[in-house]
């Protein structure tokens, strides 16, 4: 099968998808993947076609028809089935470790950085305005400022991640 045979089926090929995917519930696009797939599956296996054209039209019908078989069987969950809303203790712990960390390094940097990060991040949610009046500096230092304390903070962190990797 050659790149111009591969070009001439591609109208084809999406005006059949087009024209199956509302009935079968699925995006003309999605069909279109899966003939695609079954063409390159079959040309691995048996060769091309002999009606390349007549092949695509069945091939894209029989994926229109299993993906409205797939449809009428497939439930949606009533929740996400990974979110089980509660947290163990094991993550609580080893999440409280983590802002501990990034709190211990916070502590650590250089000049205004330790209190405008701990501005940033206190829980009572600041804006901009009350962290700069907080701070004594203008709102419009803030954001550069912030943006330097954050590298220093990303080259201390790293340097420590660094440091306890086992080398050799």
Excluded: N
Aim: aromatic share 2%; net charge positive; proline share 7%.
């Amino acid at each position: 099968m050659t790149h111009d045979m591969l070009a001439a089926l591609r109208p084809l090929l999406r005006a059949e998808a087009c024209a199956e995917a509302h009935a079968a519930g699925a995006e003309p696009g999605d069909l279109e993947q899966a003939v695609w797939l079954r063409l390159l599956e079959r040309l691995e296996a048996d060769g091309p076609p002999r009606d390349p054209h007549s092949w695509v039209r069945k091939a894209v019908r029989f994926e229109a028809r299993r993906t409205r078989r797939t449809v009428s069987v497939e439930r949606p969950y009533g929740q996400e089935p990974a979110d089980d809303g509660e947290r163990g203790p094991e993550q609580m712990v080893l999440a409280a470790a983590r802002r501990h960390a990034l709190r211990r390094a916070v502590r650590r940097l250089p000049g205004r950085c330790p209190r405008l990060l701990e501005a940033l991040l206190s829980p009572r949610d600041l804006t901009y305005r009350e962290i700069a009046r907080e701070l004594g500096i203008s709102q419009g230092s803030l954001g550069p400022e912030r943006s330097r304390c954050l590298g220093c903070l990303r080259r201390l962190l790293s340097s420590e991640v660094a440091a306890r990797e086992v080398r050799g």
